[in-house]
């Protein structure tokens, strides 16, 4: 089982839509969680950091549940600029140095 | 904010030859430095570690000798792929953390290499 999953997608949403990702985590013990985008052949970027009582940066809202070991981010009112790989991303709690370790990402397409 | 440089962002060289990518912390001290490498349509692989002034640590799978990765200062990391072949091109990423309170992963903007 991969250390971080996502659905790869494309997800394809008219603008103006509400889109949701889930990313599940295999580490139990995993301390930290982000997401990040990344624009095609470009560097991944932090979009939110996720905390366990969710938290919310605009339209964009992230959750964990640590229960089902699965974080989420919901973004509201899709802009043609969200387009985008949305990456999923875990600090496993081992002593590997706070390495950041990322999912496969979700495409997400917004259309006219 | 904290900015990586990193350089070149694009390259293509012959397959045998070696290629040197650097990256350079502009306006923080890098204590730590991650590799990464990104095929089409995967996910960022780690490659390796370095903290200023001693020896990457290396994931598994990933030869040493092939990618050797120098951190000599606390503002420059170089990734050397030594006797390259088409199978390294790829998608190759540093990110920098730095000290309190530069805690944050920077990234460089990557560097496209293509071996032919």
């Known amino acids: 089982r991969k250390e971080v999953e996502q659905d790869p997608g494309p997800f394809n949403v008219p603008e103006g839509a509400t889109v949701a990702f889930n990313c599940t985590y295999s580490n139990s013990a995993s301390q930290s969680f982000f997401w990040y985008r990344q624009d095609c052949r470009k560097e991944p970027k932090l979009l939110m950091s996720?905390?366990?009582s969710g938290n919310e940066d605009g339209r964009f809202t992230a959750q964990l549940n640590r229960a089902s070991q699965y974080i989420s981010l919901l973004i509201r009112d899709s802009k043609l600029s969200d387009s985008a790989t949305y990456l999923c991303v875990v600090i496993p709690l081992t002593g590997g140095g706070n390495k950041l370790t990322f999912g496969t990402g979700t495409q997400l397409k917004v259309e006219l | 904010g904290a900015v990586v440089s990193q350089h070149p962002s694009r390259v293509i060289c012959k397959s045998g030859t070696s290629v040197k990518i650097e990256c350079r912390s502009l306006?923080?001290?890098?204590?730590?430095m991650f590799w990464y490498r990104q095929f089409p349509k995967q996910s960022l692989m780690l490659m390796a570690t370095s903290n200023e002034g001693s020896k990457a640590t290396y994931e598994q799978g990933v030869e040493k000798d092939k990618f050797l990765i120098n951190h000599a200062s606390l503002t420059l990391s170089t990734l050397t792929v030594t006797s390259a072949h088409p199978e390294d091109s790829s998608f190759y990423i540093c990110?920098?953390?730095?000290?309190?309170?530069?805690?944050?992963?920077?990234f460089g903007s990557g560097t496209r290499l293509t071996v032919v």
């Open positions: 990110s920098a953390r730095g000290q309190e309170p530069n805690y944050g992963y920077t």
């Open positions: 306006d923080f001290q890098a204590t730590t």
């Open positions: 996720v905390y366990s």
